[in-house]
T-cell receptor
């Protein structure tokens, strides 16, 4: 049982490049979310999904796109990377029943130069 | 606006003592409050969830209280050990529901042998 798997673990991008951060979970969880974590700012919600085909914006959605074609996968796309997107990105999932917290991936450390 | 406050300063405590961490919130009426542990370079790990109609919850050496009148949660670790040293995050579901969980900045706990 792998839980939440994020790839890659590290990435360096040049300003203006695009890329996709991958997230997959094998727990059949309905809810999935993307957070970014910056020093002194804590975890901030980027986008979230309550099921396949359903996504919505969180607190800091600008510059990011998501889609949820399957229950298992929830990729995060950076459209045109900016230095302000340098951060650690975490994907998380939850069953949505309200009985447990979120399961987080190990994170992707992204640097935009 | 909704706000979660955790003491951003580190908490140093002697091994064997009880560590108490505080989470205060304003402009929320959460149905759930959660506590997570985060180690450096890792994703947060879910510890405990407490519902608005629960006053206290325990799990092994951990105890969480939830006072909706004071808008405060206390997180206790009894008989603390150096292995408990980590950052502890408080999280609430906001007006958007359980799928939109907001995290506090976290409190770093250092247990001194």
């Amino acid at each position: 049982n792998a839980g939440v798997t994020q790839t890659p673990k590290f990435q360096v991008l040049k300003t203006g490049q695009s890329m996709t951060l991958q997230c997959a979970q094998d727990m059949n969880h309905e809810y999935m979310s993307w957070y970014r974590q910056d020093p002194g700012m804590g975890l901030r919600l980027i986008h979230y999904s309550v099921g396949a085909g359903i996504t919505d914006q969180g607190e800091v959605p600008n510059g990011y796109n998501v889609s949820r074609s399957t229950t298992e996968d929830f990729p995060l796309r950076l459209l045109s990377a900016a230095p302000s997107q340098t951060s650690v990105y975490f994907c998380a999932s939850n069953s949505g029943t309200g009985s447990n917290g979120y399961t987080f991936g190990s994170g992707t450390r992204l640097t935009v130069v | 606006s909704q706000k979660i406050e955790q003491n951003s300063e580190a908490l140093n405590i002697q091994e064997g003592k009880t560590a108490t961490l505080t989470c205060n919130y304003t402009n929320y009426s959460p149905a759930y409050l959660q506590w997570y542990r985060q180690d450096p370079g890792r994703g947060p790990v879910f510890l405990l969830l407490i519902r608005e109609n629960e006053k206290e919850k325990r799990k092994e050496r951990l105890k969480v209280t939830f006072d909706t009148t004071l808008k405060q949660s206390l997180f206790h670790i009894t008989a603390s050990q150096p292995a408990d040293s980590a950052t502890y995050l408080c999280a609430l579901d906001g007006s958007g529901g359980y799928q939109k969980v907001t995290f506090g900045i976290g409190t770093k706990l250092q247990v001194i042998p």
